[in-house]
């Protein structure tokens, strides 16, 4: 990669956070009209990743970036191959029509510049999240996306239903980056590389590690998260609460295929082995059969269509850990189709929610007059939706059916779970797509009409790209789908597929899915009803134990703050104390770590035997005063007997600090103990007295031991060495003391200055509040 194109594709990761800052300008000055040179933002990107296409369908890897932390080998890098730039090419070709779309289906909203910046930040989080080749920015944006996301989901902030559901989408997705971040650290101690294009010659590595099984857990977590897969999935469908645009976006090209793109990503890593083959078809297979179910139960368009996004990425992860041959190109195809189509028929649903005043399909019909142009988006989308041929959905399920296929029980249950859900599919997509347009017209909240350009536009160049690479399939496998396909399982890969219909099992499976989907489709309120049922009876699901969940743990952290913040200082005290006394005593004992106890020097000098007895009585009579305004005087006898030693010792400096310090505490302490009349001795019965004794003496005994061990190693000269050698040359200073602390450490010592000044503050602040009044 040149310079030019390296600050180029830089520029274009940073361009939506650009965009964002001039957007809410742009609407003040454009209104509505703002999404037209917003929309170029999105498609400027689209058309600079386009220019890498012929160099990815040769099976090259475009890499670049900037060193951030080259000691650490942290760097902002990219990594570009079929399935990034796939995601990437999605992301800015979907992104420009949802601008585009948002400046219509927005039109006159007070905070539209607002949501403008929004949706472009999000933008820009997925593209840096698809294209990072550094594990630290793969999670800087992984945690942007639900951070995004959650300002989208709740943009209508004034509705209780929107801050739930933006809420529950932000703990969800946000709880399962930390164990993607857990997993990307243990990846990192395995392998010792912190770059993904660096990773996938480590793959053995990886599944051979004892390890291997956290790993997979982890980065499941945080995929399964993301993606929906059950019991996660209760977050996507409540995520509606978004404006349209959102939804479309969310669902098409966006965050929830974060969690797959994340399981593509590393399948050359962490496939091919028994737990991934097993764990992901098995929990995607559940996934696509609940979400294709609930989705039969709804009547608003929206809720519709969010639960057969549920299903497909159930889809979309079973296929990705299948393991079979075909099942990398069915991911492939099944991602690229489920795109345009799910996008398409989500702006639909909000076309026809914004021109009629209700998405309830129960009470539409009959807009096929009046809505003709969006008539059609929906039905090119839904027959790609629904498999048939030509379209690109068809070549999807064909290979879906190709890849699943097989004569033995796993193949058998797993070929079932995707007609039943592909089936029911089907039905939901002919239901958006036909049930609100055909039979007699039925009145609505608003009087239909066609929407304007910058709504309809958006659906239906979705609708027909996915007319057109399934007629051109050839070209879009040799540009799109087998670089996809080759990322995904790691070693080249040739989609041939076209659009024709090929006669043998998966041409008769797909006739059984079409016919599931039909019979479903008649029957739809019938089903709705009994499925409805169902659900009922079962009463309890995820989405309610989200909520237990959240109202045990705020009853958890209420008793818990109780317990631990009951506001007295002296509990405080006692559990710090505590935590000190066992951090000292526990390791040696565990780890057997003693120090050599001293043997009492024979000939220890008359003075230094007066220091050391003084101290000692100092204790006493620390322990005989008989108030506390006089135990914190002779408290002060310690810290002179040890500023004496330091004398003694060859340390004047220490000496003297040690004499101001003693000094201003006493004083300090004194005027404090005096003012706020703290004299009466500790009044407490001798069995109160007791365990806060024995805290004391193991704290004492602790850190006299540690001493004892510090003071027994070896003793390494580095740090004296080098301040002998630089603090006459560098510093200028021949007293090297002083010169540690006002040239090697002048930023400490200022901290140590502030925390002194807060400190004495803190002690006016007591002095005067409190003046007077007996504690």
Same mark, same amino acid.
Request: hydrophobic residues 55%; charged residues 10%; glycine residues 10%.
């Given at each position: 990669?040149?310079?030019?194109?390296?600050?180029?594709?830089?520029?274009?990761?940073?361009?939506?956070?650009?965009?964002?800052?001039?957007?809410?300008?742009?609407?003040r000055?454009?209104g509505?009209?703002?999404?037209?040179?917003?929309?170029?933002?999105?498609?400027?990107?689209?058309?600079?990743f386009?220019?890498?296409?012929?160099?990815?369908?040769?099976?090259?890897?475009?890499?670049?970036?900037? !060193?951030? /932390?080259? &000691?650490?080998?942290?760097?902002? +890098?990219? @990594?570009?191959?079929? #399935?990034s730039? *796939? %995601?990437?090419?999605?992301?800015?070709?979907?992104?420009?029509?949802?601008?585009?779309?948002?400046?219509?289906?927005?039109?006159?909203?007070?905070?539209?510049?607002?949501?403008?910046?929004?949706?472009?930040?999000?933008?820009?989080?997925?593209l840096?999240?698809?294209?990072?080749?550094s594990?630290?920015?793969?999670?800087?944006?992984?945690?942007?996306?639900?951070?995004?996301?959650?300002?989208?989901?709740?943009?209508?902030?004034?509705?209780?239903?929107?801050?739930?559901?933006?809420?529950q989408?932000?703990?969800?997705?946000?709880?399962g980056?930390?164990?993607?971040?857990?997993?990307?650290?243990?990846?990192?101690?395995?392998?010792?590389?912190?770059?993904?294009?660096?990773?996938?010659?480590?793959? !053995?590595? /990886?599944? &051979?590690?004892?390890?291997?099984? +956290?790993? @997979?857990?982890?980065? #499941?977590?945080? *995929? %399964?998260?993301?993606?929906?897969?059950?019991?996660?999935?209760?977050?996507?469908?409540n995520a509606?609460?978004?404006?349209?645009?959102?939804?479309?976006?969310?669902?098409?090209?966006?965050?929830?295929?974060?969690?797959?793109?994340?399981?593509?990503?590393?399948?050359?890593?962490?496939?091919?082995?028994?737990?991934?083959?097993?764990?992901?078809?098995?929990?995607?297979?559940?996934?696509?059969?609940?979400?294709a179910?609930?989705?039969?139960?709804?009547?608003?368009?929206?809720?519709?269509?969010?639960?057969?996004?549920?299903?497909?990425?159930?889809?979309?992860?079973?296929?990705?850990?299948?393991?079979?041959?075909?099942?990398?190109?069915?991911?492939?195809?099944?991602?690229?189709?489920?795109s345009?189509?799910?996008?398409?028929?989500f702006?639909?649903?909000?076309?026809?929610?914004?021109?009629?005043?209700?998405?309830?399909?129960?009470?539409?019909?009959?807009?096929?007059?009046?809505?003709?142009?969006?008539?059609?988006?929906a039905?090119?989308?839904?027959?790609?939706?629904g498999?048939?041929?030509?379209?690109?959905?068809?070549?999807?399920?064909?290979?879906?059916?190709?890849?699943?296929?097989?004569?033995?029980i796993?193949?058998?249950?797993?070929?079932?779970?995707?007609?039943?859900?592909?089936?029911?599919?089907?039905?939901?997509?002919?239901?958006?797509?036909?049930?609100?347009?055909?039979?007699?017209?039925?009145?609505?909240?608003?009087?239909?009409?066609?929407?304007?350009?910058?709504?309809?536009?958006?659906?239906?160049?979705?609708?027909?790209?996915?007319?057109?690479?399934?007629?051109?399939?050839?070209?879009?496998?040799?540009l799109?789908?087998?670089?996809?396909?080759?990322?995904?399982?790691?070693?080249?890969?040739?989609?041939?597929?076209?659009?024709?219909?090929?006669?043998?099992?998966?041409?008769?499976?797909?006739?059984?899915?079409?016919?599931?989907?039909?019979?479903?489709?008649?029957?739809l309120?019938?089903?709705?009803?009994?499925?409805?049922?169902?659900?009922?009876?079962?009463?309890?699901?995820p989405?309610?134990?989200?909520?237990?969940?959240?109202?045990?743990?705020?009853?958890?952290?209420?008793?818990?703050?109780?317990?631990?913040?009951?506001?007295?200082?002296?509990?405080?005290?006692?559990?710090?104390?505590?935590?000190?006394?066992?951090?000292?005593?526990?390791?040696?004992?565990?780890?057997?770590?003693?120090?050599?106890?001293?043997?009492?020097p024979?000939?220890?000098?008359?003075?230094?035997?007066?220091?050391?007895v003084?101290?000692?009585?100092?204790?006493?009579?620390?322990?005989?005063?008989?108030?506390?305004?006089?135990?914190?005087?002779?408290?002060?006898?310690?810290?002179f007997?040890?500023?004496?030693?330091?004398?003694?010792?060859?340390?004047?400096?220490?000496?003297?600090?040690?004499?101001?310090?003693?000094?201003?505490?006493?004083?300090?302490?004194?005027?404090?103990?005096?003012?706020?009349?703290?004299?009466?001795?500790?009044?407490?019965?001798?069995?109160?007295?007791?365990?806060?004794?024995?805290?004391?003496?193991?704290?004492?005994?602790?850190?006299s031991?540690?001493?004892?061990?510090?003071?027994?190693?070896?003793?390494?000269?580095?740090?004296?060495?080098?301040?002998?050698?630089?603090?006459?040359?560098?510093?200028?200073?021949?007293?090297?003391?002083?010169?540690?602390?006002?040239?090697?450490?002048?930023?400490?010592?200022?901290?140590?200055?502030?925390?002194?000044?807060?400190?004495?503050?803190?002690?006016?602040?007591?002095?005067?509040?409190?003046?007077?009044?007996?504690?």
């Open positions: 990669m040149t310079p030019d194109t390296m600050g180029l594709t830089f520029l274009a990761f940073c361009l939506p956070f650009l965009g964002a800052l001039v957007a809410p300008a742009l609407t000055v454009l509505h009209n703002a999404a037209w040179p917003l929309a170029l933002i999105p498609l400027a990107i689209f058309f600079h386009l220019g890498f296409n012929v160099e990815v369908a040769r099976g090259e890897v475009v890499t670049g970036g900037y !060193a951030w /932390v080259p &000691a650490y080998n942290v760097s902002f +890098s990219w @990594l570009i191959d079929g #399935l730039l *796939a %995601f990437l090419l999605l992301i800015s070709g979907i992104g420009t029509l949802i601008v585009l779309y948002s400046g219509g289906y927005l039109k006159g909203h007070r905070h539209q510049g607002r949501f403008f910046s929004f949706i472009l930040m999000f933008m820009g989080s997925m840096g999240l698809v294209a990072s080749d594990f630290l920015m793969l999670f800087i944006f992984w945690e942007l996306t639900s951070i995004t996301s959650f300002l989208l989901i709740g943009f209508d902030h004034a509705r209780e239903a929107s801050r739930r559901a933006a809420l989408a932000l703990i969800v997705t946000g709880g980056g930390l164990f993607l971040l857990a997993g990307l650290l243990l990846i990192w101690n395995v392998t010792d590389v912190t770059q993904l294009s660096l990773l996938m010659s480590f793959g !053995a590595e /990886v599944r &051979a590690s004892p390890f291997y099984l +956290s790993i @997979l857990f982890l980065i #499941l977590g945080g *995929a %399964f998260t993301k993606s929906a897969q059950f019991p996660f999935h209760f977050w996507l469908p509606m609460e978004a404006p349209t645009p959102v939804s479309a976006y969310l669902h098409s090209a966006t965050m929830v295929k974060a969690g797959v793109y994340l399981l593509m990503r590393l399948n050359p890593v962490m496939g091919d082995t028994a737990a991934w083959e097993t764990i992901l078809p098995a929990f995607g297979g559940l996934t696509l059969l609940v979400g179910v609930l989705a039969i139960r709804q009547t608003d368009l929206k809720l519709m269509l969010a639960y057969t996004t549920v299903a497909s990425l159930g889809l979309l992860v079973m296929l990705t850990g299948f393991g079979s041959e075909h099942a990398v190109a069915a991911a492939a195809l099944y991602l690229v189709a489920h345009l189509f799910k996008g398409a028929l702006m639909v649903a909000g076309l026809v929610d914004h021109e009629t005043g209700t998405r309830d399909i129960t009470k539409l019909g009959g807009l096929r007059r009046a809505m003709p142009v969006t008539f059609l988006a039905v090119l989308a839904a027959l790609s939706m498999g048939l041929p030509p379209f690109f959905g068809f070549l999807a399920k064909e290979e879906v059916y190709a890849a699943l296929a097989g004569g033995n796993r193949a058998i249950a797993y070929t079932a779970a995707a007609i039943i859900g592909n089936g029911l599919m089907f039905a939901i997509a002919f239901a958006v797509a036909l049930k609100p347009f055909l039979g007699p017209p039925v009145e609505t909240p608003k009087h239909a009409h066609e929407g304007p350009v910058l709504l309809w536009i958006g659906p239906m160049l979705l609708a027909v790209k996915g007319l057109v690479i399934g007629l051109f399939s050839a070209t879009t496998h040799v799109l789908t087998s670089p996809l396909a080759s990322a995904i399982a790691g070693k080249p890969e040739t989609i041939t597929i076209s659009a024709m219909p090929h006669f043998g099992v998966a041409f008769v499976l797909s006739l059984a899915t079409i016919a599931v989907g039909v019979l479903v489709f008649l029957s309120d019938k089903v709705r009803t009994a499925v409805d049922g169902l659900v009922e009876d079962i009463g309890w699901g989405d309610k134990g989200f909520d237990q969940a959240m109202r045990g743990l705020v009853r958890l952290s209420s008793a818990v703050s109780r317990l631990t913040q009951p506001g007295l200082m002296e509990i405080y005290m006692t559990a710090t104390f505590i935590v000190i006394a066992l951090a000292l005593l526990v390791p040696p004992f565990v780890y057997g770590e003693w120090p050599r106890l001293p043997v009492w024979a000939n220890m000098p008359f003075h230094e035997l007066a220091v050391m003084l101290a000692v009585v100092g204790i006493g009579a620390v322990l005989a005063a008989e108030n506390r305004l006089t135990a914190i005087v002779a408290l002060g006898i310690q810290g007997c040890v500023a004496v030693l330091f004398l003694l010792f060859g340390a004047p400096d220490l000496a003297f600090t040690q004499f101001m310090i003693e000094t201003l505490s006493v004083v300090i302490l004194a005027l404090v103990m005096t003012r706020l009349k703290l004299t009466p001795r500790d009044h407490r019965p001798l069995r109160e007295k007791i365990p806060d004794a024995v805290i004391a003496i193991a704290c004492g005994l602790g850190f031991l540690y001493l004892l061990k510090v003071t027994q190693g070896r003793f390494d000269t580095a740090l004296t060495d080098f301040f002998n050698l630089y603090s006459k040359t560098i510093a200028h200073g021949a007293n090297v003391v002083n010169v540690i602390i006002v040239d090697f450490r002048g930023t400490d010592t200022l901290g140590e200055i502030a925390v002194v000044m807060v400190t004495g503050l803190a002690i006016l602040s007591i002095i005067r509040v409190r003046a007077g009044r007996k504690v």
